[in-house]
């Protein structure tokens, strides 16, 4: 990576990550969040300038509420859970094989817990809000 490169975070709804789920990974269905690593398939889209992206990671908005409410727990951390999610992907973690799902969901707990002590999660999004 480089000091310019960019990392685009994408907030979707139902319909689009579906589609998103379907069209590149064959899937069925909305999902939480996908991730597009340009850094392992040496692919880089054209920004217009010589930054380059990395990847970009769509979050499902709708996903992220309904689980959310599931959960107990507001939907600024469940989006962040998934911001962590996709960049973990860009770091090699992978959720296929199920050791490699208990490394993601440790590692998870771990930033998740660092970011916790510093921050506070739930104020970070509102989705009522205009322009989120």
């Known amino acids: 990576m480089l000091p310019d490169d960019g990392l685009s975070i994408i907030f979707v709804d139902e319909i689009t990550i579906a589609k998103l789920n379907a069209d590149y990974l064959n899937h069925n269905g909305p999902t939480d969040v996908i991730t597009f690593d340009?850094?392992?398939?040496?692919?880089?889209?054209?920004?217009?300038?010589?930054d380059?992206?990395?990847?970009?990671?769509?979050?499902?908005?709708?996903?992220?509420?309904?689980?959310?409410?599931?959960h107990n727990h507001g939907i600024s951390t469940e989006i962040v859970l998934y911001i962590v999610h996709g960049m973990l992907h860009l770091c090699g973690y992978d959720d296929v094989k199920e050791t490699d799902i208990n490394k993601m969901r440790s590692k998870e707990k771990e930033i998740l817990s660092i970011l916790n002590d510093n921050f506070e999660l739930?104020?970070?999004?509102?989705?009522?809000?205009?322009?989120?």
């Open 38 to 50: 340009y850094l392992s398939e040496k692919v880089f889209p054209d920004t217009g300038n010589d």
């Open 52 to 70: 380059r992206t990395i990847g970009e990671i769509y979050i499902c908005c709708d996903m992220a509420e309904n689980v959310a409410k599931q």
């Open 122 to 132: 739930n104020d970070l999004f509102d989705l009522n809000a205009t322009g989120v």
